[in-house]
C-alpha cells in the first residue's frame, strides 16, 4: 500500500494557540491527508484538540489507514517538540470522558478548559452539552445519522474528482442541505446564541466551541453584554482550524495549492515477531 507523505512549501507557521476540533479520524469523510499537511506546516506553543479527533461511535478496526494514524504521530512529534496539547473530549470520542482531568507531561484531558491569554478570559469545550439529538434515546438516530453523513461525505468525494477531471468547481452537497434547511440553519443559530449567551453571564472574553462543523468567529451581544464566539470547524467538509497569532484569531482555510505532496510506500503487513535474544536491554543497578 502507499500512503501520500504531505511535504509543506510555506514557511513552518509559529501560532501561539491552534484550535481543531471534529477530525474524525477512522472514518471515509476524513481529510487525514491535508490535516498532516497542516500539522506539519506549524509549530503551536499550545494545541487544543476540542473534540471529537477520533470518532468513537463509527471506529471500525477495518478502516483505520495509514494517514489517519500519521495525524497521530504529527501530533505526538509536536509534543515531544515542547507542545502543549489539551485534549478536550466530545461526544464522538465520550468513552475518553471517564479519564478527564488526567495529565501526562505536556498532554492534558479534560471535558472543557479555561485560560487566560494576555489579560483576556477564554472558555473552551466541543458543544455537545447543547444538543440533546446525542443524549439517552436519541443518540442511536444520532448514530445512525453519523453513518449516512459519512456515505453522503463519499459521494460527495467522488463527485467532486468527477467534477474536477472536467475542470468545473468542487461542490458540497452536506453545506447545501444545512443551508436550505431552515431547521438547520436555526438550529446552528440557537447553538451559537445559547454558547454566547453562557459565556458572557460566566464573564468570558472568548467562547470557543466545535461541534457543528461551521467554522465562525463573531461577536455576539446581548443586553447583559458581549463575547467573541468562535468556531473551529471540521475536517471533514471546511477542513478549517483557530489560530492565535499577535493577540488575534483568525480562521484558518485549508488550501490544496500551498502544499506538495510525495509518495513513499508503507508496508501494512507486519513483520515477523521474533522474541528470542541474548541481548541486555536494561541494566538496573539498585532498586533503591
Known amino acids: 500500500m502507499r500512503f501520500a507523505k504531505p511535504l509543506y512549501t510555506l514557511k513552518k507557521q509559529n501560532p501561539e494557540i491552534v484550535v481543531l476540533s ?29 473534540g471529537d479527533i477520533i470518532d468513537g461511535w463509527q471506529f471500525s478496526k477495518r478502516y483505520f489507514p495509514p494517514a489517519h494514524l500519521q495525524v497521530i504521530k504529527e501530533i505526538l512529534n509536536l509534543l515531544s517538540n515542547g507542545t502543549r496539547v489539551v485534549y478536550i473530549t466530545g461526544n464522538h470520542d465520550e468513552m475518553m470522558r471517564r479519564y478527564s482531568d488526567m495529565q501526562l507531561s505536556n498532554f492534558q484531558l479534560v471535558d472543557k478548559l479555561v485560560l487566560e491569554v494576555n489579560g483576556k478570559m477564554i472558555w473552551a469545550f466541543h458543544g455537545d452539552v447543547f444538543d440533546n439529538t446525542t443524549k439517552g434515546s436519541a443518540k442511536f438516530i444520532a448514530k445512525l445519522g453519523g453513518y449516512g453523513y459519512d456515505w453522503l461525505i463519499c459521494c460527495n468525494r467522488f463527485i467532486n474528482w468527477c467534477l474536477k477531471k472536467i475542470g468545473r468547481p468542487k461542490m458540497s452537497f452536506s453545506k447545501k442541505i444545512k443551508n436550505s434547511v431552515k431547521k438547520a440553519v436555526n438550529w446552528i443559530n440557537d447553538f451559537e446564541q445559547t454558547a454566547a449567551e453562557l459565556a458572557i453571564e460566566k464573564g468570558y472574553d472568548y467562547v470557543i466551541c466545535g461541534h457543528i462543523h461551521q467554522p465562525q468567529k463573531k461577536t455576539i451581544t446581548t443586553k447583559n453584554g458581549s463575547v467573541t464566539y468562535l468556531n473551529s470547524g471540521d475536517w471533514v467538509e471546511n477542513l478549517t482550524a483557530l489560530e492565535y497569532t499577535n493577540n488575534e484569531w483568525t480562521i484558518y482555510q485549508y488550501e490544496e495549492k500551498d502544499y506538495k505532496e510525495s509518495v513513499i510506500p508503507i508496508h501494512r503487513k507486519l513483520p515477523a515477531l521474533n522474541v528470542l535474544t541474548n541481548e541486555v536491554g536494561l541494566y538496573i543497578n539498585s532498586l533503591h
Not at 34 to 45: A, C, G, T
Request: aromatic share 6%; with cysteine; proline share 3%.
Open 22 to 50: 471534529d477530525v474524525h479520524l477512522g472514518t471515509y469523510g476524513c481529510h487525514a491527508t491535508e490535516l498532516v499537511n497542516y500539522l506539519q506546516s506549524i509549530s503551536p506553543r499550545l494545541l487544543i484538540l476540542n
